[in-house]
């Protein structure tokens, strides 16, 4: 739907802004898909370029969305390339995924670190661009974006602009010939050892091929994320090797896929007149940057959704087969998807009545229990010290 043409709008205030508010709006996907999940995956990342989809916001747009009712999309909002929403008293039912976010923007500027030994994160930074060429006015980093900063790795001998964990492992040849009480050994390279990061860990999973009886590797299960790998390395065809004490006919390979390390900022101050500023960021940077470090500026894919209702999210776009009186089965983790750096922040309730703040509180109203990583921790927190008091 085209809601006004640019011409239309180019000589108000709002112009440039990529915005839109929607209200009470129902709408019902007929096309069907089906996802398929790669091996070792949690999702299916082509699924945001099937059809099907229900409200798509990209290319940095903004849009305010209010009771909104989606049902049987293949992905009831996504925000995807910087697009960002907020969504109030709306509802996404049956389909395959509920909430998505995916990626950033394209690189919108940079800018550098004034002076080294700086962070963990808080960093003054300098070269900040003009609104307005000659206008004096320049940008401010701003909620909403993200950032890398650059660090030389000596022992790599270059210069990495983005790091990534291991997101998942596939597997590119089985192999054949592995035993069961011999299994294989993967490996995995370390990062650099002034990045900060730390190894990743995967074990490998074992098949019997009906036909020779002989096994191969099947999947590799990551077990441990590792951190701050470089693209360089991910490339590499010796990032992962599978090994076994006793040879065997065919070795196995396979490749890792990784997921992108942003930092968000979190407040900055007003830039002086020579176009610098301080920025914050959420985390603490785990390498100290170089002095003039690239600040890489993107604005994230995000959603904020509050008083949002999932019903029967993962049970497919067909109405026929997806309600639970003709066999639907919902599938809790694909009612909010974050990936490549996107982020999703949400409170809501599923078909059940648990309410969810985020994927990691859980109320639980039949029980009338708490439960997730977020309540594990902070409990964990609280009982330790009592606990050290009474040893």
Known sequence: MTFSAPDAIRPYVGQGLSSMVLDAFTQYNEIGYTPQVPNGALYDNTAIYHGGQGIVISNSGYAQLVSIFEICCNIGVLCITGGQCSITNSNTDFGNYGLWADGVSDLQYVCNILGGNQGPSSFLIQNL???DNGSGQYKQPYAGQVVTISKYLSD???????????????????GTGYDPADPPVVTI??????SGGFAAQATANLAQDPNSGLYYVAG???IVSGSMFTPQQLASPGFITITTKNPVPATASATAVGYPIYYTVTAAATPNPYGQTVMNIDQNLPYVPDDDATVNFYQVSRIIASSHC???IGTGTDIATAIPARGGVAIPANQAVMTNGGF???TATDELGNFNIGPELVINQDTGTISGRTFEKSLFAIMTPYILSIE
């Open 129 to 131: 661009p003009q609104y």
């Open 189 to 194: 390279q370390n990062p650099s050892i002034y």
């Open 220 to 222: 590799i299960s990551v």
């Open 344 to 346: 999703v922040a949400y």
């Open 310 to 312: 999932f019903e029967y």
């Open 156 to 174: 790599f001998g270059y210069t990495c602009q983005q790091f990534y964990y291991v997101d998942y492992i596939t597997v590119t040849d089985g």
